[in-house]
Every structure is written in C-alpha cells, then in structure tokens.
Nanobody, 128 residues
Framework: QVQLVESGGGLVQPGGSLRLSCAASGRTFANYAVGWFRQAPGKEREFVLATSRDGGTKSYVDSVQGRFTISRDNAKNSVDLQMNNLKPEDTAVYYC?????????????????????WGQGTQVTVSS
C-alpha cells in the first residue's frame, strides 16, 4: 500500500495563492492515479482535480478551472496542487487520494469511491 501526506495548507487572503503538496511513500507512485478532494464544514467531500498515472491527463471541477493546476513528479513521489486567485468558497480541508490498479495510464478518476488511499488532509482557509 501507499501512504500519503499532505502539506502546504494555511490561511490566505482572497486573491492569494497556495501550493499544496502530497508526498507518497510505500510503493512506486507511478502505479497510482491521484486526485485532490476537499471538504468544507458541513458539506460532503468533493472532487477538485485529478491526474492520470503518467501525468498526461488531468480533470478539474468547473469551479477551479483556470485557477488550480495539478502536477505530479513520479521520480519524487509527489503531486502538487497550485491554487491561485483563491476565494472564500475554496475554504476546506484538502485531501490527496491515490487509486491502485489503474491499468489505463492516461485515465483520471473523479469519484471518491474509486480511490483506495487517502491522506490526513490539510486545512486551507481563505479569509480577509
């Protein structure tokens, strides 16, 4: 199995930027498709972005299109989430997730139940 640890969360003003990182250990990271999800207080966990095993395919939820980007470095066993032009509605705990056994190198996954491993989450608060 793989262990995931997120970092980089914090408090930022509206319009600001943050970069979250997801560090993986345990198995070859290139074997996993990866996604970022978030959960705001009182709401269900939702999909934000995903990247395929080879990093060549990415999926985004409409609300972050043009503001958030996802990138992965399989050699470093990490996936980053760059968040720009942050809005108060982006406030949430952000989770990194990994899907094992993705046979299609170029496919992304957006459903929570498709993922096998989760990090502990990192808090992002956007407020003035």
């Amino acid at each position: 199995q793989v262990q995931l640890v997120e970092s980089g969360g914090g408090l930022v003003q509206p319009g600001g930027s943050l970069r979250l990182s997801c560090a993986a250990s345990g198995r070859t990271f290139a074997n996993y498709a990866v996604g970022w999800f978030r959960q705001a207080p009182g709401k269900e966990r939702e999909f934000v972005l995903a990247t395929s095993r080879d990093g060549g395919t990415k999926s985004y939820v409409d609300s972050v299109q043009g503001r958030f980007t996802i990138s992965r470095d399989n050699a470093k066993n990490s996936v980053d989430l760059q968040m720009n032009n942050l809005k108060p509605e982006d406030t949430a705990v952000y989770y990194c997730a990994a899907k094992e056994g993705a046979t299609d190198f170029g496919r992304t996954y957006i459903a929570l139940d498709e993922y096998d491993y989760w990090g502990q989450g990192t808090q992002v608060t956007v407020s003035s």
